[in-house]
């Protein structure tokens, strides 16, 4: 397959994958969550609150996907200027298309039992989580405020969205009833569950890559993702034919990249996705990620250019240490 086949065979998978994403995110709140009164998980669920609000307090009928619209937008806008890349774009684009069809799809109840509402609801809202964020987007909204608090503080906002959602339940429940609150919970449960069946809770993954194709597979992704790898020797216990295993550590956002880094050079690689409860040492953070590429260059797309690079931002680093200690010394000096 060439280079020109692949890459139009990835832009067609993420466009098909963003249009589901959207298709299953509109449904499950057109459908099912809004026409019951039951509240969704992040920005969605603060969404509908308001929208309920403006109609509780005011009597103004104003969609929930115009509220999700205009949280969005300025989002976006940040997203875009402090993090920038594909996930923001798309996950921009997408928060955008959801509004637009929220606002101008009309709601239908396909149940009125608010048990399968919630339930069903849930499920198809995670669903479009787990499938935009196999596919290097997210649905906008919180995911996008996690990534630029954690490009600019290396914190997550998990403790954060707990507690929106919290939020939103107990608000739920003093506007609604508390029976409609329950079955908001049921629906954030059965988001929660799709999503880390479809994709992964953790933040971070290690890949075990086996392929026969070692160099060549270390080449792209050494060209296409920032992070290290351990090579393995290894061998088939059936065939013994002789292979190597790639182990990586890598964030959720750079999954999909890495599979389709890997396809590139060998379909046949056998890839396992483990589970990674925390590391210890060096993971490099956006920041670092984005000093790599800027000491490899546009043209630096080799092993040895790697390694050089990796050498000239350690001296960077180690020089500005050094810089620091001498300046800390200076002050107790004067003192």
């Given at each position: 397959?060439?280079?020109q086949?692949?890459k139009?065979?990835?832009?067609?998978?993420t466009?098909?994958?963003?249009?589901?994403?959207?298709?299953l995110?509109?449904?499950?709140l057109?459908?099912?969550?809004?026409?019951?009164?039951?509240?969704s998980v992040?920005?969605?669920?603060?969404?509908q609150?308001?929208?309920?609000?403006?109609?509780?307090?005011?009597?103004?009928h104003?969609d929930t996907?115009?509220?999700?619209?205009l949280?969005?937008?300025p989002?976006?806008?940040?997203?875009?200027k402090?993090?920038?890349?594909?996930?923001t774009?798309l996950?921009?684009?997408?928060?955008?298309?959801?509004?637009?069809?929220?606002?101008f799809?009309?709601?239908?109840?396909?149940t009125?039992?608010?048990?399968?509402?919630s339930l069903?609801?849930g499920?198809?809202?995670?669903?479009?989580?787990?499938?935009?964020?196999?596919?290097?987007f997210?649905?906008?909204g919180?995911?996008?405020?996690?990534?630029?608090?954690?490009k600019?503080?290396?914190k997550s906002?998990?403790?954060?969205?707990?507690?929106?959602?919290g939020v939103?339940?107990?608000?739920?429940?003093?506007?609604i009833?508390w029976?409609n609150?329950?079955?908001?919970?049921?629906?954030?449960?059965?988001?929660g569950q799709v999503?880390?069946t479809?994709?992964?809770?953790?933040?971070?993954?290690?890949a075990l890559?086996?392929?026969?194709?070692?160099?060549?597979?270390?080449?792209?992704?050494?060209r296409?993702?920032?992070r290290?790898?351990t090579?393995?020797?290894?061998?088939?216990?059936?065939t013994?034919?002789?292979?190597?295993t790639l182990?990586?550590?890598?964030?959720?956002?750079?999954?999909?990249?890495?599979?389709?880094a890997?396809?590139?050079v060998?379909?046949?690689?056998?890839?396992?996705?483990l589970?990674?409860?925390?590391?210890?040492?060096?993971?490099?953070?956006?920041?670092?990620?984005?000093?790599m590429?800027?000491?490899m260059?546009?043209?630096a797309?080799?092993?040895?250019?790697?390694?050089e690079?990796?050498?000239?931002?350690?001296?960077q680093?180690?020089?500005?240490?050094?810089?620091?200690?001498d300046?800390a010394?200076?002050?107790?000096?004067?003192?």
């Amino acid at each position: 397959m060439s280079k020109q086949m692949k890459k139009w065979r990835k832009i067609a998978l993420t466009t098909f994958f963003f249009f589901l994403s959207v298709a299953l995110q509109v449904a499950g709140l057109n459908f099912f969550l809004i026409p019951n009164s039951i509240f969704s998980v992040g920005l969605n669920g603060v969404s509908q609150l308001l929208s309920l609000s403006a109609w509780q307090f005011f009597h103004w009928h104003i969609d929930t996907g115009l509220f999700f619209l205009l949280f969005n937008i300025p989002i976006g806008i940040v997203g875009f200027k402090m993090v920038g890349g594909k996930f923001t774009i798309l996950s921009f684009i997408n928060a955008v298309v959801v509004s637009l069809f929220l606002i101008f799809l009309p709601t239908y109840a396909f149940t009125t039992q608010p048990l399968l509402a919630s339930l069903f609801g849930g499920l198809l809202v995670g669903a479009s989580v787990g499938i935009a964020m196999r596919y290097g987007f997210s649905t906008g909204g919180f995911d996008i405020i996690a990534m630029i608090i954690q490009k600019r503080t290396g914190k997550s906002i998990g403790a954060f969205m707990n507690v929106t959602n919290g939020v939103i339940v107990l608000i739920a429940g003093f506007f609604i009833g508390w029976q409609n609150a329950m079955y908001t919970l049921i629906g954030i449960y059965a988001t929660g569950q799709v999503v880390d069946t479809l994709y992964t809770g953790y933040q971070k993954l290690t890949a075990l890559i086996v392929t026969s194709k070692g160099d060549e597979v270390i080449d792209v992704l050494h060209r296409d993702l920032i992070r290290g790898i351990t090579v393995l020797p290894s061998s088939g216990a059936y065939t013994k034919r002789e292979s190597t295993t790639l182990m990586m550590v890598l964030s959720r956002f750079e999954l999909f990249e890495m599979q389709e880094a890997v396809r590139s050079v060998d379909p046949k690689a056998f890839i396992n996705l483990l589970s990674t409860v925390s590391v210890s040492g060096e993971f490099w953070d956006a920041d670092r990620q984005l000093q790599m590429k800027k000491s490899m260059g546009p043209k630096a797309v080799t092993i040895d250019a790697q390694i050089e690079a990796e050498q000239q931002l350690e001296e960077q680093l180690a020089q500005l240490e050094l810089e620091q200690d001498d300046q800390a010394n200076r002050v107790k000096y004067d003192k």
